[in-house]
């Protein structure tokens, strides 16, 4: 399917939009309360296609969600067509100890109003709901808490981290280093297959509701955002499915979500 800028704003549900970083904020928002993160595909062994007739026939006219490189590949080709020039970075991912993974996080820096700004609609983990000023460390208040970017001086990257208690969580850190769509197709590859990246062996769902954030790992179901955080466990795969299509208005036939189901029943809980 070819993608046409009105069909992504209506899939957001957005009509009129505010003109620079206003603008940018309202869609990036938008996308990530209308359109789940979600790796299905690798979980059942496919790599997803980053071709934008692809992902657009996906998660646009499919009513499916998809990780970072599907996300970032449409919320790339909107910002395009509304006029702006997204500039594309290769993060590293930090896990709960604090150390950088592979560069396998596709993310953008979008100069808009004489600033620059990190936005990002495809990160599965607790990422901001709206752009971020690079050009300042101290914390930015956003609709889902509270985030700061720093330069890590040793290492040649910009830091992105989230407010948690008393406590700031490094999410993710990306240098200038020029991105082609060769380094997205490898990255994409490798998460996609890796024993090293979560995707083939785990189910991670998170979206953005508008009550707050609702995560899965496997069968372990999160709402809210740390430290403040409600769990529960999916017992059955019609819990599943109500999930998947109820609460994040995924398209998922019954068949996928025993597929789904076979792979996650015994899968672990916990990372």
């Known amino acids: 399917m070819a993608f046409t800028i009105e069909r992504y704003l209506d899939r957001l549900g957005l009509t009129d939009l505010p003109p620079g970083a206003d603008g940018l904020a309202a869609v990036q928002k938008a996308h990530?309360?209308?359109i789940p993160f979600e790796n299905i595909d690798p979980l059942l062994g496919r790599l997803p296609s980053l071709a934008l007739e692809d992902v657009t026939a996906k998660l646009v006219a499919g009513q499916r969600g998809g990780y970072c490189f599907e996300h970032n590949a449409l919320f790339g080709a909107a910002l395009e067509a509304l006029g702006h020039k997204p500039r594309s970075v290769l993060a590293r991912v930090f896990d709960s100890a604090g150390r950088g993974g592979a560069r396998s996080h596709h993310a953008f820096v979008v100069p808009a109003d004489g600033e620059d700004w990190l936005c990002d609609t495809?990160?599965?983990?607790?990422?901001?709901?709206?752009?971020?000023?690079?050009?300042?460390?101290?914390?930015?208040?956003?609709?889902?808490?509270?985030?700061?970017?720093?330069?890590?001086?040793?290492?040649?990257?910009?830091?992105?981290?989230?407010?948690a208690g008393e406590d700031w969580i490094p999410l993710y850190g990306f240098d200038t280093a020029p991105v082609r769509p060769v380094d997205f197709e490898a990255a994409n590859f490798l998460c996609a297959h890796w024993q090293g990246a979560p995707f083939s062996a785990n189910l991670l769902v998170a979206f953005h509701a508008e009550t707050g954030r609702i995560a899965l790992f496997n069968r372990a179901l999160t709402r809210g955002l740390p430290p403040e955080t409600q769990s529960d466990r999916l017992s059955s795969s019609g819990d599943l499915g109500q999930l998947l299509r109820e609460t994040c208005k995924l398209d998922v036939a019954d068949v996928l979500v025993a597929q789904i189901w076979q792979r996650i029943e015994h899968a672990p809980t916990r990372r």
């Open 32 to 34: 990530m309360r209308a």
């Open 122 to 163: 495809g990160f599965g983990g607790h990422g901001a709901l709206c752009p971020l000023r690079l050009a300042t460390a101290s914390p930015q208040s956003v609709p889902n808490g509270s985030y700061r970017v720093r330069v890590d001086q040793r290492a040649g990257e910009t830091i992105l981290e989230r407010r």
